[in-house]
């Protein structure tokens, strides 16, 4: 698993590339074992204070190996292991959307199916003006995993969602950016550096703000209205306590750029 999904922290940055090159870092048993250790170890690690999500080889994910589910001579699951596997591995998805930490997905290539899921678990997204976007799970007569379907309808509504998936159309990174699922569209020679830059200045950023920022994201897309209103509250005013914002207050008076710590 390690050799298929590799991590490297520095500076506070997580680099997670999932590296199956030859095969556009389709995912298969190892790969998808190993996006869950790495997931929970950027929640869990406190020296994580932001994450990158890439692909090796120019391409981000083509989603699951489909030559591999073709093979004739593997073994056929049942029906309840398959879904309790696929739910255990789906884990990784929704780490990355609620952890208390912001991850940025670095999206060339391609991205279908899962590794679509994958790319819109995160945060943020830059991608490649012409790389290639698509749901695929309809061409291949699966229904969809890795909680693509409720992050398409939370960003795009019921509606975009249904004609990406149903009709599962191939946008360019461009295309992906202009209808909103994308969050930078770059040249395509560009992406990794792009995306880089952009997770280093979060790693740097105000680690406790930024995790109640997007807890409060993740709260308003299931909670009420006064549940938002009391969470908001709360995250406020512990956020008001961090070394962080006293530091930005002082930097703000005193006319200079801010040097936060994350705490």
Known sequence: MSEVVLQTLDDGLLTITMNRPERK???NRDLLLGLVL???RAAEDTDVRAVLLKGAGGAFCVGGDVKGMADPNRRIPTLEEKSLFLRQCMEASRILHEMAKPVVASVEGAAAGAGLSLALACDLRVVG???KIT??????GLSGDYGGTYY??????SAKARELYLLSPV????EAHQIGLMTQVVADDVVDQTAVALAQSLARGPSVTLGYIKRNINNAERLSLEACFDAEALHH???GETADHKEAAAAFVEKRTPVFVGR
């Not at 749901?135 to 291949?140: G, I, L, P």
């Not at 946008?171 to 461009?174: F, M």
């Open 171 to 174: 946008l360019s990174g461009r």
């Open 135 to 140: 749901t695929a799970f309809a061409k291949v």
């Open 129 to 131: 003006e012409k790389a």
């Open 38 to 40: 790495a997931a929970r």
């Open 237 to 239: 005013s512990r956020c």
């Open 25 to 27: 870092n389709a995912m």
């Open 152 to 157: 398409l309808t939370k960003m795009l509504g």
